[in-house]
Every structure is written in C-alpha cells, then in structure tokens.
C-alpha cells in the first residue's frame, strides 16, 4: 500500500491503467530490430488523408493561440454530413475521452454502468472512475447478448455502453436487437453507442445509430477520426445527441480539448472521400486474404465488421505474441488463446501469415 494511497479518490484506486498495442519504438528499443509493423491498435494502415496533412501544416504557424473551442469549422462541416443540427453534436480528444465525459456528466457513486465483459475496457474505467457500480454483462457467440442487458437493467441504471461493432470482437448488434433494447430501456437511462468502426461495417442489419437520434432522446452516438480517417495521432472524436445531453457533456469539457491543427486536419479528412475509398477497399481486401490465410493455418477467427480480426491462436496469446515480436511483428494479446490482429496493407497481411507460419 503506497503512502498517499488513503488520500486518493477510492474510485480511482479502483482503475486499471489502460495498456495501448505495444508502440514500434519500444520494440526497436527491446529487441534490436528495426523493420517492424503494427497491427496491434487499429490504426489505418493507409495513413491519414494528405488533405489533412496539409490542413494540420497550415496551421502550425498558429499555435501559440488557444483553438476555437466550439471547434466551428469543423462543427458546421460534419453537421452538414450528417444532416444533424450544430448543436447536436460535442468534440473530444479522440472518443475516448468523451466516453469518460458522459460517465462525469450523468454517473454518481451507486449508479449503475452496463456493459459487455468483451469489449472496450475503458467502459469500466470511467465507471470506477465516477463511483458507479459497473455491471458486466456475460457475450454471447462474441457478442452482445441483448437479452442478457435488457434482464439485468434497474432502476439504478444510469448509463449503458453498447459497442458496435464490437471491439475487440468485430461482431455486430443487429438493428432488431438495438430496436429491442432502446424500447426496453428507461428514457431516462443514458445509452453510449460507441460507433468508432462504424465506416467499416458491411452487414446492411447493423443500425446506424445517427438515424435512431430522433426516436430515442436519450441515445448519444459517439464516433471518431482516429480510425477509418486515419488521425489517431491527433486525437479527434465526437458525439452526436439530443441538444439538452450535448449541453450537459458541455459542462464537464475542458475547455481548448481539440488542438487546432487536429480540427483542421478532421474538417479536411471529410472533404476526402476517395481516401475514405481507398481504405475500405484495403480493408476488405485485407479481411479476405486474412480469412483464407487463417483457415489454411487453422487458426479459428470471428468475422469481423472492422478493420481487425479476432482470432484464437493454437497456444497461449502471450506466447504468440512474443514469438511475433522476435519476427517484427506487433499484434495484440487478448486473453488465454485470443489475440485481435489489424488488417494492414496487402504487404503487412503477408508478413503476418508469413511469421505466424513460422512461430506457430
């Protein structure tokens, strides 16, 4: 127990760090080798758009100024995409920190957060984080069992993460299932559907959480650029909401939290459409050789509807984990024989499978 341990905030005390995918560097550092790839946190192997390398170099000249915090340009542009009013929609450094947002915004000690034990595990850090009481909810098949959520809601429910697709999984929530469960659900319980995969799926039953906004006042759809519009370095993620939510999220958002050259660099990713093309063909692409790959190797996977796959390796995670780093590759351990591999470039994907045949 550590001297100032009395001292800190009990839910804090509760969290466990997140540990990112092992970065490049670190490997170069503790294995000597210097030709490595990532594919280990979902990052777009394409790069980001060279509209919004240039957008971001424009502004570097301006930041000894404080960013427009209303993030306007960026605001009025995806506003218009979507086909949402401005003031439906707030802006975070990257999702993640909006999904801590709505846990300060909405959860007290004793409050209730739901969510699947197979997913994004900062759902039960920002719980801890606020005093709720986290309540996991056993997946089904790799995915959200629906009816299991809608059992266990309370009259202390305050707040529900619903992932989807599914990370680490790539399994998706059907639109019946999602329809089901926000019609069971209190008004007054607030429902996180983070959509950060959402470009990527191309199962025509998974619900667009933009279009639900209208019908169900309490639902917030979190999105992000880090992914598909490959930005994770500068960290832009937004969420979209009944304009009473947005207001209150508001409250507990640190002023200037979306630097300058990150909201120019978002504003332009939108305008490049045939980037976004270019990645999602990469990724198909990629997912198919990988399927076929795999099953040559027997390495059983679950079809995914992002841009990585969950597999189950023939040994321990950690073990084929290690084995890779030794080869230069990076992927990202799960547990017991479940590991998550992004879907990189056509030359990325061969040098997986040809490690993996190799360590395996």
Known sequence: MGKFDNAANRGVMKIKPYIPGKPIEEVRREYGIKDIIKLASNENPMGPSKLAVRAMAKKLGEVSLYPESSAYNLRNALAMQLNIRKDML?????????????????????????????SFTVYQSAADMTGGTAIMIPHKDFAHDIDGFIKRLSDRTKLVYLCNPNNPTGTIISKQDFEKFMEAVKPETIVALDEAYFEFVDDRNCPDGMQYLSKYPNLVV?????????????????????????SIIERVRASFNVNMPAQAAAEAALRDKAHVEKTLKNNNDGKKYLYAELEKL??????????????????NCNVVFEALLKKGVIIRPQYDNYGRITIGTASQNKRLIAALKQVL
Do not use: H
């Not at 500068?234 to 304009?243: L, T, W």
């Open 222 to 246: 979190l999105r992000t650029f880090s992914k598909v519009y490959g930005l994770a370095g500068v960290r832009v993620g937004y969420a979209a909401a009944d304009p009473e939510i947005i």
């Open 298 to 315: 027997g390495i059983e996977y679950v079809p995914t509807n992002a841009n990585f796959i969950f597999v189950k390796f023939p040994a």
């Open 90 to 118: 707030v802006f975070g450094n990257g999702s993640n920190e909006l999904l801590n947002m709505l846990a300060q915004a909405f959860v007290t000690p004793g409050d209730e957060v739901v969510f699947s034990t197979l």
